[in-house]
């Protein structure tokens, strides 16, 4: 069974400061990683995905993600924080890690406050 | 980019109605579409796939019989929230997976159903 442990629900930042939301995988097979921001009453967007090229991913607003396969880990940063930044941001995994098209398995969620 | 809608993005109802809402895929066909429900600062969880042509598949705990899913059109997957009651409130997603060089899921905004 795949998995995905989102650490902490909360975490607050200060404008401009290094965003860090941390996510933690458990699957059998080199999984597909995912995540996803959502603005409230909003659907969900996606920010970038890993499926097994390069370690270091690029998304969009300036995110990134690095899988790093000996911690078992898909962490998502910014270098620095934007107030728009603030919402939902949920990691997730595509449970037979063979497209991004297969339904999703998510974390529960961390919500970033972004301090002015 | 890909599109998927949803309709209505809010619908209350009274206890013991039914609800449709509808996922459309706008510039693409979709053979699966996915069902998810997010209450309140919680995760989403997969109710149910949907198959064009086909019955849907209905993950356990998910009563059939009450979320009604039909698949009429590659571009049109509907969930019908049969005898709605009080417990059913919750925000409803709809997924629908494109296929491709860069397969991804593209999500509906959403549908707040309230029952009173």
């Known amino acids: 069974a795949q998995s995905v442990t989102q650490l902490g629900s909360h975490v607050s930042v200060s404008e401009g400061a290094l965003v860090l939301l941390r996510c933690n995988y458990s699957s059998s097979v080199p999984p597909y990683l995912f995540w996803y921001v959502q603005y409230p009453n909003q659907g969900l967007q996606l920010l970038l995905k890993?499926?097994?090229?390069?370690?270091l991913v690029k998304g969009i607003n300036g995110f990134e993600a690095e899988f790093k396969k000996s911690e078992t880990s898909f962490h998502l940063t910014k270098p620095s924080a934007h107030m728009s930044d603030a919402a939902e941001y949920f990691c997730?995994?595509?449970?037979?890690?063979?497209?991004?098209?297969?339904?999703?398995?998510f974390g529960t969620g961390t919500r970033l406050t972004v301090i002015p | 980019g890909a599109v998927v809608s949803q309709h209505p993005s809010r619908v209350i109802c009274k206890s013991g109605t039914s609800v449709k809402i509808e996922c459309r895929s706008l510039d693409f066909q979709a053979t699966t579409m996915f069902w998810y429900r997010q209450f309140p600062k919680q995760s989403l969880m997969l109710m149910a796939t949907?198959?064009?042509?086909?019955?849907?598949?209905?993950e356990q705990g998910v009563e059939k019989d009450k979320f009604l899913i039909n698949h009429a059109s590659l571009t049109l997957s509907t969930l019908t929230v049969t005898s709605a009651h009080p417990e059913d409130s919750s925000f409803y997603i709809c997924?629908?997976?494109?296929?491709?060089?860069?397969?991804?899921?593209?999500f509906g905004p959403g549908t707040r159903l309230t029952v009173l």
């Open positions: 890993y499926t097994s090229a390069a370690t």
């Open positions: 997730a995994v595509s449970p037979r890690g063979a497209t991004g098209a297969n339904n999703l398995f």
């Open positions: 949907s198959n064009e042509g086909s019955k849907a598949t209905y």
């Open positions: 997924s629908a997976p494109r296929t491709g060089p860069t397969d991804t899921q593209y």
